[in-house]
């Protein structure tokens, strides 16, 4: 099959490479920039700005692709999958006003609380100062978040990126001025867990479960990052998310995909991504996402036991088959490994040495992310999450202890990384926490 794909991250390179362990497929990408490990599949690879949708479209017609896969919400964000569906090209990803699930969080809190009526904290979606100083009065500690795209790095927590009040009411002015609107969410205690699911036409297969690791240093240290590795177990949960929380969440995705197509009069065909939290008072949705995560789509493409190009072809052409979709009953961890200055920029570009065949020996996969391959094992780092290295096994604690101590025999000086992704001590602390947090309900 002809297949094309829109994107050159580290997330477009896990899907790469499951769409290319089918030997009969054909991959024509379009991408913003390069990608080695993308480039060395692809039967043709187009750079091109994605503001010029149009260069997009010729391309994967010019080379009649069977149908396309968008990897970045920010593509979705600009109608490409409309487009792509009006030349008659089945694609994965929701529409132009589907994606505003994501892509505008007014919009997404307004559908919640229309539509299904719960899964929100309290919230605020204001042009005001005087209206958000009355919802910190009101609420005590809240979280500021931008409405549009912000890659994971404009949301602030009042206590810990925004020291006080005067700094959170600061970063609310400067984001009401560049926006016209913010939005306010108090802020809720508990433990994090992603949900992803393949959608097509209101059938939902949910994924395993996984944990990202968001903020820059271990113990969740530092700045917010695009996200620096994930877990998920063998038996697809988590051992902090009972089962009741667990089908809770399940239920909440249908209900919105069935909101979203009532309210934008289309079927949804792409992958949804919840992000919810456990808290004292039950789940909530902490936001959407219209597509893969990134770094979740390593760990999805790394147990996924069945052919993607199948099940996306599904996906895109509204005839998903729960029964043939399969996951193997293995744990996995991704773990990012980034420039040290990172999330801040880096200025020049970063040489480090790298053998990949030593990575494959070890049995473990190694995803290209924001770098250039410049020799056999010469590489640049670009600036932002640099090479993705994904395991699986028993359980994380034991891949995660397997990809340290690689690095610990290969070691990269320019590059950092989180020790603690799937670390078997650091997820029964997550348990216990939750049980506390459980206990006060
Ligand atoms: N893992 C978070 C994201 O993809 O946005």
Redesign the pocket.
């Known amino acids: 099959m002809k297949v094309g794909l829109i994107g050159n991250g580290g997330r477009e390179h896990a899907i790469a490479r499951g769409l290319c362990a089918n030997p009969e497929t054909r991959l024509f990408v379009a991408a913003q920039g390069k990608n080695s490990g993308i480039m060395n599949l692809a039967s043709a690879y187009q750079e091109t700005g994605f503001s010029h949708p149009h260069a997009i479209i010729d391309f994967f017609t010019n080379h009649q692709v069977d149908f396309v896969v968008v990897g970045p919400e920010a593509t979705l964000m600009l109608g490409i999958v409309d487009e792509l569906r009006s030349k008659g090209i089945p694609t994965v990803g929701p529409t132009q006003a589907q994606a505003r699930l994501e892509g505008d969080k007014s919009f997404m809190r307004h559908l919640l609380r229309n539509e299904i009526g719960w899964g929100s904290p309290a919230w605020l979606s204001t042009s005001s100062v005087d209206e958000a100083k009355a919802f910190m009065d009101e609420v005590g500690q809240i979280v500021v978040k931008p409405l549009g795209l912000t890659g994971?790095k404009g949301v602030r927590v009042m206590g810990i990126q925004l020291q006080d009040d005067q700094d959170t009411l600061n970063y609310i002015s400067h984001l009401i001025e560049s926006d016209g609107e913010v939005l306010l969410e108090e802020c809720v205690i508990g433990e994090e867990f992603?949900r992803m699911a393949f959608v097509s036409d209101e059938v939902l297969v949910p994924v395993p479960l996984m944990q990202?690791f968001?903020y820059a240093y271990d113990g969740d240290q530092g700045l917010m990052t695009?996200?620096m590795g994930?877990y998920s177990m063998a038996d697809g949960r988590l051992p902090f998310v009972e089962i009741g929380e667990l089908k809770q969440a399940d239920v909440f995705l249908q209900e919105v995909v069935v909101a979203l197509e009532k309210t934008t009069g289309a079927s949804y065909r792409g992958f949804l991504y919840g992000?919810f939290m456990v808290t004292e008072s039950g789940i909530k949705l902490i936001e959407f996402?219209v597509r893969l995560?990134?770094?979740?789509a390593l760990n999805l493409m790394a147990v996924l036991d069945c052919d993607p190009v199948k099940i996306f072809y599904q996906v895109a052409t509204g005839q998903l088959n729960p029964d043939d979709v399969a996951f193997v009953s293995q744990a996995s961890v991704s773990k990012y490994l980034v420039p040290n200055a990172y999330p801040d920029p880096i200025g020049q570009p970063v040489p480090f040495l790298l053998d990949s065949e030593v990575v494959e020996q070890a049995g473990l996969i190694l995803i290209h992310g924001s770098v250039e391959k410049t020799g056999p094992s010469e590489w640049l780092a670009l600036g932002s999450r640099t090479l993705g290295m994904v395991g699986l096994g028993v359980d994380p604690g034991e891949v995660s202890t397997h990809i340290d101590e690689f690095l610990t025999r290969n070691p990269i000086p320019e590059l950092r990384y989180r020790k603690d992704v799937g670390n078997a001590d650091v997820i029964a602390q997550k348990s216990k926490r939750m049980d506390e947090i459980r206990s006060d309900r």
Request: hydrophobic share 10%; net charge negative; glycine share 30%.
């Open positions: 994971g992603s990202d968001k695009g996200g994930a992000q996402n995560g990134d770094p979740e």
